[in-house]
């Protein structure tokens, strides 16, 4: 299994971007069960949750992203997706796809939003 990531780039703030990762190899009903998130890391900083989406549909979001993220899925072309408006300089950062079956945890190889003030 590999989480392919892609979307990310250069924005000034105000802008959009809409990052997707699709889970190659993945068996369709183990994508649909599983836990799926975004993550970023910042340079010098931990990284951190984004936003979460559980099997049964429920959302999960970082205070600072509320309102302006959006994180959805495919289960038919097994894709997370993260729409992001109003982009801050402050969601700089690289961003990380993760989906966790419960019994492994896939990460992605980061893509980088860069938002400009």
């Known amino acids: 299994v590999q989480l392919q990531a892609s979307g990310g780039g250069s924005v000034q703030a105000g802008g959009s971007l809409k990052l997707s990762c699709a889970a190659r190899g993945m068996i369709t009903s183990v994508f649909w069960s599983s836990q799926k998130g975004w993550y970023r890391q910042a340079p010098g900083k931990q990284?951190?949750?984004?936003?979460?989406?559980?099997?049964?549909?429920?959302?999960n979001y970082r205070d600072s992203v509320k309102g302006r993220f959006t994180i959805s899925k495919d289960n038919t072309r097994k894709t997370v997706y993260l729409q992001m408006n109003r982009l801050e300089p402050e969601d700089t950062a690289v961003y990380y796809c993760?989906?966790?079956?419960?019994?492994?945890?896939?990460w992605g190889q980061g893509t980088l939003v860069t938002v400009s003030s």
């Open positions: 990284r951190e949750l984004v936003a979460e989406l559980s099997s049964d549909g429920s959302t």
């Open positions: 993760n989906v966790n079956s419960g019994s492994r945890d896939y």
